[in-house]
């Protein structure tokens, strides 16, 4: 009899296992993973003794079969790993990798199904992800809805921006779960987007608990599956999974076997740990590039700005309106006079680099196609081997390459995305043949195919299929208008900088105020770097000709530490010429700083108010530092202990002027020198709306 009891339990135990969990590395966050009564998966997160997320069920559902209920645990399997790995470029030459890992293996009866859920508990936070093996009943899935949640214990304060389906360039509103509905109604519909009704937001989003625990919620390794947003229930403080869906309402098709993207949790009770996290790359793939010696970190200016400012001048080279895709007599129409894509004008910008140690020129206008900007819905094909009339392209390669200089390719699509599939292969042959090894590609309209939105499935596979294209042509990409980063840059490290947020053009457009490059690096930066575009100097303009004056939000001492405190890989100086050459004093900071560093120390962080950092240069010895506030004045605290003992220090100040100001006063600067040494605690004044930028050498 008692040995029938014992039995019985055993294989009760086989049946339906126990809760299981694991602690991170350094036993700070606590993983609970289990199934309900209805044998849906749960989970949840402690910090600290204290719930980050509450009992939060995890699914996906598609139209074949749903992965949601009904399933035990039949086996779990652990794993510890500590290690480390060199990025091509970064804020550090080396990045730990230390995590303990749990697989929890689920299987379903009627139907028969199975699923792995994978954990992956840092001490900065947790990554999970959804693994379907191979199954008995259909192999083929047409997703609807992933059911993932993240149920939350209180009414934290949320800064986040509304979920949409074609556009990330919102200003970020701080508030909380409690006050969403009413945060929300401020935003009205972008021209081309497709904001989702209802209370949904966009990741990498920022929460804060009243007891100052921070935690950033966004995904890794997007592949293969749609991007992800959250819809938000105020009431009840949760937030579950809302997947990118196509025109027809499908959020993906899937062929098993199949892993998710890891969905991801940045934790910590310091503001400066959610900006030093490296776990987004780490969660994913290792570098997928043999040889990677032709990617190369670089600053670049361009043909740009003044197409933005009130110079009326424009992308296209005519303004004939019998101008049509596929016109082939580019010669034929008549100039418009007011294309700064030509030679001379280009000829300029490549002199200026050249005399100021700036790597490349970007160039954009310089192809047939813009003519039908205005009719782009209906129409819309670039030409991406055709220069215009006014671009001699083999002069200006010869020129370029005579001065030292790289010319960086424009690829406007006008999301059509299918047309550049089809001229990809032709385009990036034309790039090499003319000495050009990086492109800025761009994605503003409706995606053609017209059932495809910005992230839905099939575009996150094209912008990879781009990626990949160019690295086999070894050529780096700057993307704009492209799904959002989620760290893919570690395993295509050609991937050097998206856009995915309201940048530094929006300056022109009425101005971001300052707080919003002081929310940035905590929520959009989190999945890789940003194509910001710094180095505003003249900070007063009109809009597109049109005499609407915009103020930019910020002061010129900002727009140096900028290159600190949002870190990438390819950095623009984006002004014109003849703005920096009046300030040639202040230039030289944007001249001297890298864009490549070997360590980073962050120093003071507060989301939405303030950032200060250290990094020093990965191809020297030297020290920048980088502080910037929002719109209140305040005095940074730089505790210079980062420095190496035993030498001194001149650091070179590039600060606000004393009556400095972002709106009344912002070209107001001034730049001193200092000695410094290790441990020296440095109080330095920023401007309201202001910043300074710091460049520390050591003493020969």
Known sequence: MKKNVILSLMLAGAMHMAAVSITSPDGNLVLDVNVDAAGTPVYSLDYKGKPVVTESRLGIRADETAFTDGFRITGTDTLTVDRSWEPVWGEYSSVRDHFRELAVHLEAENPRRAMTLRFRLFDDGLGFRYELPVQNGPNYLTVKEELTEFNYPADHTLFCIPGDYDTDEYLWTETSF???????KKYARHSEAQRVDGLTVQTPLLLKTADGVYI????????????????VDPQNFSMKSHLVPDRLGVAAYLQMPFNTPWRTLIVSDDARDILASQLVLNLNEPCAIENTSWIKPMKFVGVWWEMFTGNVKTWAYSDDPLAKPGVTDYSA????????ANTENVMRYIDFAADNGIDGVLVEGWNEGWEDWASYRKNRQFLFDKPYPDFDLPRL????KEKGVKLIMHHETAA???DYELQLDRAFRFMKD??????????????IPRSEHHTSQWMVDHARHVIERAAEYEIMVDSHEAPRPTGLCRTYPNWLAQESARGGEFESMGGNPPSHTCILPFTRLKGGPMDYTPGLFETRMSYYGEGKDSQAGTTLARQLALYLTMPSPIQMACDLPENYLRFPDAFQFIKDVPVDWSDSRYLEAEPNRYITVARRDKHSDDWYVGAITDDNARTAEIDLGFLPRGGEYVATIYEDAPDAHWKDNPQAYRIRTVKVKPGDKLRQPLAPGGGAAIRIQKVK
């Not at 950033?216 to 819809?231: I, K, R, S, V």
């Not at 003319?434 to 995606?447: L, P, Q, R």
């Open 397 to 400: 390669r010869d020129y370029a």
């Open 434 to 447: 003319n000495n050009y090894d990086a492109v800025k590609t761009g994605y503003v309209g409706a995606i």
């Open 178 to 184: 409690s006050g969403l509905p009413e945060a929300m």
């Open 216 to 231: 950033n919620a966004h995904e890794a390794a997007l592949a293969g599956y749609p991007a992800m947003l959250l819809d």
């Open 333 to 340: 129409l008549a100039p418009n006079g007011r294309h700064p």
């Open 416 to 418: 059509n995305a299918a």
